[in-house]
């Protein structure tokens, strides 16, 4: 545990993930995110065999289950899609034959570099999801995805809030989270990755203008073998902030 402490004196940007580490073992204060530093260091360093990792070795078909349930309920075709976390494309591949114009986000440089590649988006930005939701000028959106995002975040007010601003209104906001109890709105888990309580996401949701259509239960991955119990949330925006 000194280490730790040790290390976040040293850098205190924190490329390793000490304050995560720290609260997913109980000896430090819960972050309200993951460090900026250390999600681009982690994402930078798995580009390249990221889609291995996530897809093959860790089951994570989140992508697809976002485009089946929006087939289920009848969304779309839509007109503009804004994918947060972008990654290498997997959402954006995903759903490109539902949306004519794509931008995707993402605040590792390798790994838009690699969905750039796929041609798969119309625009690209390397940015950090928050701060672009805050600075973005551009024309509003009428879906907005977020798969694999939260985990990274435990404070959803800024997210949600920034979706709001960029997504018109009768839009959608699909996105996945990893589950909790109810005893604290989120945590940091075992693995370094927050986990949200359901009725906290709720209750930011409604706060920010969303009526929630629909919960589905998915297993967002394996992790060490074992299944990591989540949700797929589909939020429209009914009134503006």
Known sequence: MKAYHEVLEIDPEDHGGAAVRLASLGRGETPPRAS????????DQHAEDFEDILVEQLGYAVPVIVRQR??????????RLLD???GTGLTGGT??????????????????????????YDTLYVAEVEDF????????????TATDVLPYLG??????????????????????????????????????????????????LAATGFEVIEVTDINVRMQDGEPSPGHLVIAQLRTLN
Do not use: W
Not at 36 to 43: M, P, Q, R, S
Not at 133 to 144: K, S, T, V, Y
Not at 170 to 183: A, V
């Open 155 to 204: 404070a959803l007010e800024p997210l949600f809030f920034g979706v709001s601003e960029n997504l018109m209104l009768g839009g959608y906001f699909i996105f996945s989270s990893e589950t909790m109890g109810e005893d604290v709105p989120y945590k940091v888990g075992p693995h370094q990755r927050f986990v949200h309580a359901q009725t906290y996401i709720r209750e930011r």
């Open 133 to 144: 939701l805050e600075d973005n000028d551009e024309d509003l959106f009428d879906l907005i």
């Open 70 to 79: 929006l087939q289920e309920l009848k969304l779309g075709p839509f007109k």
């Open 95 to 120: 759903l490109r034959d539902m949306v004519d114009d794509i931008t995707g986000i993402d605040l590792s440089e390798n790994m838009v570099e690699i969905a750039h590649e796929k041609d798969l």
């Open 36 to 43: 900026d530093a250390y999600v681009e260091t982690l994402f």
């Open 84 to 86: 947060l976390g972008c």
